[in-house]
């Protein structure tokens, strides 16, 4: 009597229990929470004795923030221009350390474990400080040969290079950018490149093969095989990266909102700027899947 | 001869372009690796310099004294006793929670088939891009005021609930129920690698007659440790590195990154006000706590790379 189920049943049931922990989370610590920040953001919240009551003020909150509060909308254009910014570059970057990851060579071990190191030393506080150190400052003016400030005169010169390739001045300017910000960029692709190189393992060694009995030049097979398998891991890692922006240390909303709500006890007010950062991050993933999402063709590998 | 001497000269032409393709990337591996390391050798070289050195010309990397005696000031004020402890212990508890939890909910996720299974996938997926900023304040109130369905305001007989920020609770909670930090992750790693492991291990055991969550804990798991160590790695690392979190639910309490970061401004508030200390001094209290935060990381790090390194198709991150 008991089993009346079938065997797909039980089975079926079995995968809800192992879900079952996840669900209690999405709902009681993700989905509540979600509408109820909603809620704050549109309401002014009194702390009381035994928990707290909400006043409905409307968009109040939204309207002081895009209009009264001065620090908001500067934070939040400068969140997501770095963010935009730094995304190219890292994919560019990661892809390009784990196709250098991928080839055999002497001491590969040694190297792969020194690329992945940025991962483990992301702490925040630790590269705060470090980038307002003054003996960090002092050894790299030791390595330069004159005690000007030497990064800015190699700068200067890849300028003057590149421009003197007509390059496009935006071009240039991203890249200089991109060439002084090479250490963050580098902190900040770790996992890019072990989701690249994990990638790169994972196509078949035959497929190359092949390639090759055909005559195809390396540039070839890496245009013609790497790259369109590559397509869906691009997407992945820009995701990925736009993520790990949300709590890098110098994400100036998280410090905006932390200061608004915890500080000055203006919770409403510090609800509808995550809001705001929360639909702006939105919108660039939804243009991100618009461009993108539709052209990836998934393979079987 | 013509050919004998065709074949030489490709040969050596092989050579030189084998040669050159090596000595290129020897190069940008050198450059890249200086750049990742340099803060790693500047932490070490500097925590062990006696102050003296900071104003002796030729010394720039290697002290000429040796001393620990920056160390005895810097774990003083940073109380590097308890909040070592407590750091380790709670991202030792949060990894090893996340690790159990990830790999039940990602084994659900890849073997059984019912209703709704894609629908979570895709959701297990959105969590990762909801900014944790958006739930920050909810859940703050929410850990502040905690109950469940208003039974322990019943039990206890006090309205609102307990308080349970400044304790491991809310890291437990959010971590056994895949909601902690980057948990969306991890549940992907997991999914993948064991949609990997061949069906049959699983098969010889229902035959036998073991459960579902007896064959995941026997035969599963047992197969799966690239997965969870990778995992476990992460979630210790990312644990140990959290401000965000521990910012907010950690208010009263202190952790390595908190410590550290008020750290040099209390030693220069001790010496008193009309001290003005060199910024140069500040700077090696600064790196001598900072080595003194990455350093167990980075030892952990050390042990467990070469599953890291070695076995990251193999953990599947990638399906």
């Known amino acids: 009597m008991r089993n009346k189920m079938t065997l797909s049943e039980r089975r079926g049931l079995a995968g809800w229990i192992f879900v079952f922990p996840w669900l209690l989370g999405f709902t009681f610590l993700l989905i509540v929470p979600f509408i109820q920040s909603m809620m704050i953001s549109m309401s002014r919240i009194h702390i009381t004795r035994g928990g707290y009551t909400l006043e409905k003020v409307g968009f109040g909150n939204y309207v002081d923030m895009f209009t009264s509060d001065p620090e908001y909308v500067p934070s939040l254009i400068e969140a997501m221009v770095n963010m935009t910014a730094n995304v190219p570059v890292i994919l560019i970057f990661s892809i390009f350390a784990a196709a250098l990851l991928n080839r055999k060579f002497p001491g590969r071990t040694l190297t792969r474990a020194v690329f992945f190191l940025p991962v483990i030393l992301a702490s925040g506080v630790v590269l705060r400080i470090q980038s307002q150190d003054k003996m960090q400052e002092m050894m790299q003016m030791a390595l330069s040969a004159s005690e000007l400030n030497s990064q800015q005169l190699t700068s200067y010169n890849l300028q003057a290079l590149l421009r003197s390739y007509e390059i496009n001045e935006f071009l240039v300017e991203y890249i200089i950018d991109a060439v002084s910000r090479i250490k963050e960029i580098i902190s900040a692709s770790g996992v890019q490149i072990l989701v690249f190189l994990a990638a790169l393992e994972s196509i078949p060694a035959s497929y190359y093969e092949a390639a090759s009995m055909e005559g195809a030049t390396g540039w070839e097979s890496f245009w013609k095989i790497t790259f369109p398998m590559l397509v869906p891991i691009f997407l992945a890692n820009a995701v990925y990266t736009i993520i790990d922006s949300f709590t890098a240390f110098n994400n100036p909303i998280m410090e905006l909102v932390k200061t608004t709500a915890f500080g000055r006890s203006s919770y409403g007010l510090g609800s509808a700027m995550a809001w705001g950062y929360f639909a702006s991050i939105a919108a660039v993933l939804f243009l991100l899947f618009l461009l993108w999402g539709r052209k990836i063709e998934y393979y079987d590998y | ?319």
């Open chain 2, 1 to 319: 001869m013509i050919l004998n001497d065709r074949i030489q000269q490709r040969h050596l032409r092989n050579l030189i372009f084998k040669f050159f393709e090596g000595l290129f990337r020897f190069m940008i591996i050198i450059g890249i690796s200086y750049i990742i390391l340099q803060p790693v050798f500047s932490m070490l070289s500097t925590a062990f310099m006696d102050p003296v050195d900071i104003y002796d010309i030729t010394v720039r990397w290697v002290p000429k004294h040796f001393t620990l005696t920056n160390f005895k000031p810097v774990m003083t004020v940073m109380e590097y006793g308890t909040t070592f402890t407590a750091s380790l212990g709670l991202s030792l508890i949060v990894a090893a929670v996340q690790v159990a939890s990830c790999s039940f909910i990602g084994y659900g996720l890849a073997r059984f088939r019912f209703k709704g299974k894609n629908l979570i996938f895709a959701l297990v997926l959105l969590t990762l891009v909801i900014p944790p900023q958006t739930i920050m304040i909810p859940l703050f109130l929410h850990y502040r005021f905690f109950d469940v369905l208003g039974i322990i305001s019943l039990i206890t007989g006090k309205e609102g609930g307990v308080n349970l920020l400044d304790s491991f609770w809310p890291f437990i909670m959010q971590a056994a129920t895949g909601m902690g930090i980057k948990n969306g992750l991890y549940i992907f790693i997991f999914r993948q690698f064991f949609a990997g492991i061949p069906r049959s291990f699983e098969e010889a055991a229902y035959v036998d007659g073991a459960s579902a969550i007896l064959t995941f804990r026997k035969v599963i798991l047992p197969n799966a440790v690239p997965a969870m160590i990778i995992v476990f790695l992460f979630s210790f690392v990312w644990q140990w590195n959290d401000e965000f979190y521990s910012g907010i639910f950690l208010q009263g309490a202190r952790l390595l990154p908190m410590a550290l970061q008020t750290m040099a401004s209390t030693i220069e508030t001790m010496a008193g006000i009309e001290v003005k200390m060199d910024p140069y001094y500040i700077s090696l209290l600064n790196n001598t706590g900072a080595l003194l935060v990455v350093g167990p990381p980075l030892l952990l790090y050390i042990f467990l790379q070469r599953y890291f390194v070695e076995s990251i198709a193999r953990a599947g991150i990638v399906g």
